[in-house]
């Protein structure tokens, strides 16, 4: 049985009171407030491992990956690695799925709005937490409560650094009591030095621990997670310093310092000296790429933060497998399925499907052409015909062609949970956020900014899968990136990065003033600007 702390967070829970104020919350407590803090050990039930039960979720936009039109998608669906296709009746959805590729943002309010205030809800929650673990500290200057802090302040940062990347100019919100009229809005490169100071500062009191494997860590921030989280901010420093992103210009990362262990770097060296204490705490690429995502993946030596998954315990849920598979081809595996997000043409030229140099990485990540069940055999239609699925044929719409139900390939990358329940989304494959081949890749990717050379990461990424060696070049970098993360949910920040996110490709024309780059963040929420007149619209919305 999975040993975790988030399975006693039962003895107290927050719940969110409306989602139209984002900065409300409201303590439903189980237990009464003396017995709730009458130890160090009760307090970190209840002001630390709680927080934990935001990190997976089981209703739309909860969540930081597994349920739909939250986070994941709205990072995945708006690129040019996945497109969730209309289907006659199927997948229309009010225009929803359609307005996610072609990056018009007003059929997908609803959801931009919604994992706003998942974001904020965490945040004013852990806020929420610090201030009743300053208060516990000042009474009993317990010498457990600086890393429990430490702990809380890093998880709040994560939330942040999604926020940065999401919508660009947020407000620093750092009171779980700030009245709504009060909060202002910061600059994006005011909540980018937030994060990065929170992160240094409480590193050190974080346990080196690994997350992703079982104890009394697993699941937690601990300190390898936090040195991801900084190596992708000074990865992502040119985009996240430029408060005009608007304007055709940004930083240059050679000239964005840090200060790491007393020493004064550019950005890209900073990735690289983070990338490097990561190495350094023992994570290593797992020798099969399939390891990662395997029923029970928590031995992994490459994972460094997941959300922990259950089917027994949790109700944390993963749908990304069984929105994809046709009902056919679910139901071959004893399962269900929505017969729908595929693979985009420009994935299948990446990875050279249909070519003598195919990526070997294709046939793990999707399922293309005709599909056997978990014996071998063919799966068939309800017709009798061989249910193949044909890559090259998706499209935005494909209502009414006789390919309608079979276009596109499909995800495939986790592992078939053959006990698993809810339709397959109860399964025991936790679901991977960061892990060590994108320390590798970030380094790569570093050193060529930097006018290094960064091959030696490179290939060891692709030689773990059997692909011959490459020159680190940023395309080839952008090209693997792809590949060897596909359906993870980073490319709409890796396209953002290479200043790609905006162009257009298969199915998907440019919008009028796109080239400004103004879609590369999202729109601050309409109700959200309605409720506080110190927040504005960002730039071209």
Known sequence: MKKFVLLFCILYSFAFLSCSKFLEENPKDQISEEDAYDSATAVYLNTVATLYNYVGGYSDSQGLQGTYRGIYDLNTFTTDEAILPTRGGDWYDGGFWQGLFLHKWGVSSDAI?????????????????LERLDEFYKQTGNKYIP?????VRAFRAMYYYYLVDMFGRVPLVLSSSTPMKEVKQSTRQEVFEFVVKELQETTPLLSPE???????????????????????????????????????SRPDGRNLFFEVGGQRLNAWQTVMAYCDS?????????????????????????????????????????????RSRHYNHAKAYGLSGENGSSATQEVLRTFGYDTEEVDARFSKCY????????????????????????????????????????????????AIDKTATKDGKLSDNDIVLFRYADVLLMKSEAKVRNGENGDAELNQVRSRVGMADRQATLENLLAERQMEFAWEGWRRQD???????????????????ESSGYTTVFPIPENILLLNGNLTQNPGY
Do not use: C, H
């Not at 890393?147 to 702990?151: G, I, K, L």
């Not at 699925?389 to 209502?399: A, E, G, Q």
């Not at 009414?400 to 499909?410: D, I």
């Open 495 to 513: 396209l953002v990065r290479f200043g790609l996110f905006t162009r257009a490709y298969s199915s998907r024309p440019q919008l009028p003033d």
């Open 278 to 322: 990561i190495t350094a705490s023992g994570y290593r690429l797992t020798p099969t790429y399939e390891e990662n995502f395997s029923v029970f993946n928590e031995t992994s030596v490459e994972n460094i933060f997941t959300v922990p998954m259950d089917k027994n315990f949790y109700t944390n849920q993963m749908q990304y497998l069984f």
């Open 367 to 414: 399922f293309a052409g005709v599909v056997l069940d978990l014996n071998g055999d063919t799966v068939r239609l309800d017709t009798g015909e061989v249910l193949e699925y044909l890559p090259w044929l998706v499209d935005v719409d494909i209502t009414g062609k006789p390919y309608e139900k079979v276009a596109g390939a499909r995800m495939k990358k986790y």
């Open 147 to 151: 890393p429990y802090m430490a702990e």
């Open 113 to 129: 709005r919604a994992t706003w205030e998942y974001l904020y809800k965490v945040i004013v929650l852990s806020n929420k937490s």
């Open 210 to 248: 690994r997350s992703n494997q079982f104890g009394d860590y697993y699941g937690r921030m601990t300190r390898p997670v936090a040195y991801f989280l900084l190596a992708k901010l000074a990865l992502n420093a040119e985009v996240y310093t430029n408060n005009n992103w608007t304007s055709g």
